[in-house]
């Protein structure tokens, strides 16, 4: 593999922050070195990480920071460097990512319907992966879609098949659109929500209606069943 020097200097660079950096250990709420059994072939595995994807392991699995972007400017006679905004914000998210695996990671907020966060398909989550709820919406529009998401979370009704199969949720389906439908009428809000809180609601009733149709339609046939066993005999 043929590097530019420039890939060599990021190397060397990593490869020295690497022998240096410490981690925290949360089991002995200590701070220590990344490698405690420092040996060469950990060195070795490292730098061919690097080499291969630009990120190399460390013994336990995990990464150094992929590091903050310095920018220059000139202006009239003025010149200097300052620091990349979406480098920083990056490496924000990695030392929370590293620190507090279980906390929100506010990047999955305002993913959904309409720029919101809590209208499905997608909640938001933990830098671990986990669906999290404890981002509170100032919209009033977003609070039914919270209520359903959580209900559906306690029924354990998960993805799209649950939306447009499960009847368990028929109910918490109804209240969603009954709730925005209400809020679309609501004259306290403004124009832009009572739009899309219309359009939330006559969302999910079209999803809703199939299954509800035919949830009621099995009853109905089982009730007629039971009256015409009773009639015969």
């Known amino acids: ?44 595995n490292f730098i061919k990480g690097e080499m291969s994807s630009g990120s190399g392991k460390l013994s336990d699995g995990s990464t150094l920071l992929t590091g903050i972007t310095l920018k220059s400017y000139n202006y009239k006679s003025n010149s200097g460097w300052y620091s990349d905004k979406r480098t920083v914000e990056r490496t924000w998210h990695e030392v929370q990512s590293t620190f507090n695996p279980e906390v929100l990671d506010t990047r999955t907020i305002g993913h959904n319907v309409f720029w919101k966060t809590y209208p499905r398909p997608w909640n938001p989550k933990t830098y671990s992966g986990k669906d999290d709820y404890s981002y509170i919406p100032s919209n009033p529009i977003e609070i039914p879609g919270y209520i359903h998401d959580r209900a559906y979370d306690n029924k354990e009704a998960r993805g799209a098949n649950s939306l447009f199969t499960n009847e368990d949720v028929i109910g918490d389906d109804w209240r969603f659109v009954a709730q925005e439908l209400a809020l679309s009428l609501d004259p306290n809000l403004d124009a832009i929500s009572r739009y899309e809180a219309f359009f939330l609601g006559l969302g999910l009733e079209l999803f809703a209606e199939p299954k509800t149709i035919y949830h009621y339609s099995k009853k109905i046939l089982k009730a007629a069943g039971k009256g015409a066993s009773a009639i015969k005999h």
Do not use: G, P, W
């Open 1 to 44: 593999m043929h590097l530019s020097d420039c890939q060599r200097f990021e190397i060397n660079r990593k490869v020295a922050i690497y022998s240096l950096s410490i981690s925290y250990n949360s089991k002995t709420n200590s701070y220590q070195a990344f490698e405690s059994k420092s040996s060469f072939s950990n060195t070795e």
